[in-house]
């Protein structure tokens, strides 16, 4: 059976977009231990929770973000399955904005660093070509919804 996690791909937008792709920044964070990958906040399931309570508790759990300080995008949903340390595993992400552009990021101990980054450089160190997929899939989204 695979182990199965959710999380929230968090982004924030410019307040004076650029021409090019830069308006949309992602929040990546970066692991503490094994390959110090980068990766949104996320976790594994626990009992009695659904997914996106899970992506909710794992962002504030990681990144110090609460549920109050995001507005989850309605329409976004997208379910990764790769192998992790030797073991099938499926993340479940959902797109969320932030509501404060400046928003205090606080890391626990299972992260290092994180960084807001445009579409090219989050794909860029987020190595696994699925993540990259969903970054490509939640920017496209976002942009085609835009007014």
Request: one cysteine or more; glycine letters at 6%.
């Amino acid at each position: 059976m695979a182990v199965r996690a959710c999380g929230l791909i968090i982004f924030r937008r410019r307040l004076i977009p650029k021409v090019d792709n830069n308006a949309i920044e992602f929040l990546l964070l970066q692991a503490s231990d094994g390959i110090h990958h980068w990766t949104p906040p996320k976790g594994h399931v626990e009992p009695g929770e659904n997914d996106l309570e899970t992506a909710l508790r794992e962002t504030q759990e990681e990144a110090g973000i609460e549920a109050g300080q995001l507005t989850i995008i309605e329409g976004f949903r997208r379910e990764l399955n790769y192998v992790a340390r030797e073991k099938p595993k499926t993340v479940i992400y959902w797109l969320a904005e932030v509501k404060d552009y400046d928003v205090e990021i606080r890391l626990s101990h299972e992260h290092q660093a994180y960084r807001w980054l445009g579409l090219d450089e989050a794909c860029q160190l987020a190595q696994f070509e699925e993540m990259k997929a969903a970054l490509q899939e939640g920017h496209q989204f976002l942009r085609s919804t835009e007014p």
